[in-house]
Nanobody, 125 residues
């Protein structure tokens, strides 16, 4: 069983930056694809970005492309989401997720096997 813990959220003004971290414990995630999702009350969970197990393949939602960067450090068992040029519409609870079953990195939430508890990101205008 993998435990994922996110950190780095907070309150930031529009145009600012935040770096989220997702630290894994209990077992290595070096062979797992990883994803970042976000959710706001009343809306479905939205995919933000994915990264393959090797870090060689990434995917971004159109809404964050060019502003966010997903990366990973398998030696530290950690995945990151660098968020620049933040907008108020980026506000939400950001969660990381791990896919243990291979194939291409999933873009659908229910295809992920392990989830963190989430970290709140609030962008003020």
């Amino acid at each position: 069983q993998v435990q994922l813990v996110e950190s780095g959220g907070g309150l930031v003004q529009a145009g600012g930056s935040l770096r989220l971290s997702c630290a894994a414990s209990r077992r290595t995630i070096s062979s797992y694809h990883m994803g970042w999702f976000r959710q706001v009350p009343g809306k479905e969970r939205e995919l933000v970005a994915t990264i393959s197990w090797s870090g060689g393949s990434t995917y971004y939602a159109d809404s964050v492309k060019g502003r966010f960067t997903i990366s990973r450090d398998n030696a530290k068992n950690t995945v990151y989401l660098q968020m620049n040029s933040l907008k108020p519409e980026d506000t939400g609870v950001y969660s990381c997720a791990a896919d243990a079953w291979g194939g291409p990195p999933p873009r659908i939430a229910h295809e992920y096997d392990y989830w963190g508890q989430g970290t709140q990101v609030t962008v003020s205008s």
